[in-house]
């Protein structure tokens, strides 16, 4: 699986951004539904922390404490994507997001080692 996110930048404190991871290659008979997407992301000087997660199955979406209430993960099948609308932006969030992914359920999946396809990241900035 190849993922490719896009739609960081730079958004003032309190504002908006929607990132977008889309995947290509998914093969092996599997289909996209089957995976779990999740979002990390990385400050400078910190470790990769998970933000949130979803599959296509009955999970609930899934999302870190920090985050809980300002961002909403979603999925279009049809377009192979998993989106990340981030809302109140705070300095905090500033970072390198990532999506990755990895077959099955995301219960349980928050450590990066658990994901085994990763995109190269979009910079996200709050000032």
């Known amino acids: 699986v190849q993922l490719v996110e896009s739609g960081g930048g730079t958004a003032q404190t309190g504002g908006s951004l929607r990132l977008s991871c889309v995947a290509s290659?998914?093969?092996?008979?599997?289909?996209?539904?089957?995976?779990?997407v999740a979002w990390f992301r990385q400050a400078p000087g910190k470790e990769r922390e998970w933000v949130s997660a979803?599959?296509?199955?009955?999970?609930?979406?899934l999302y870190a404490d920090d985050v809980k209430g300002r961002f909403t993960i979603s999925r279009d099948n049809a377009k192979n994507t998993v989106y990340l609308q981030m809302n109140s932006l705070a300095p905090e969030d500033t970072a390198m997001y990532y999506c990755?992914?990895?077959?099955?359920?995301?219960?349980?999946?928050?450590?990066?080692?658990?994901?085994?396809?990763w995109g190269r990241g979009t910079q996200v900035t709050v000032s």
């Open positions: 990755a992914s990895v077959w099955g359920g995301c219960a349980g999946q928050r450590r990066a080692e658990n994901y085994d396809s």
């Open positions: 979803m599959n296509n199955g009955r999970e609930s979406k």
């Open positions: 290659e998914v093969t092996g008979g599997v289909s996209y539904p089957a995976l779990c």
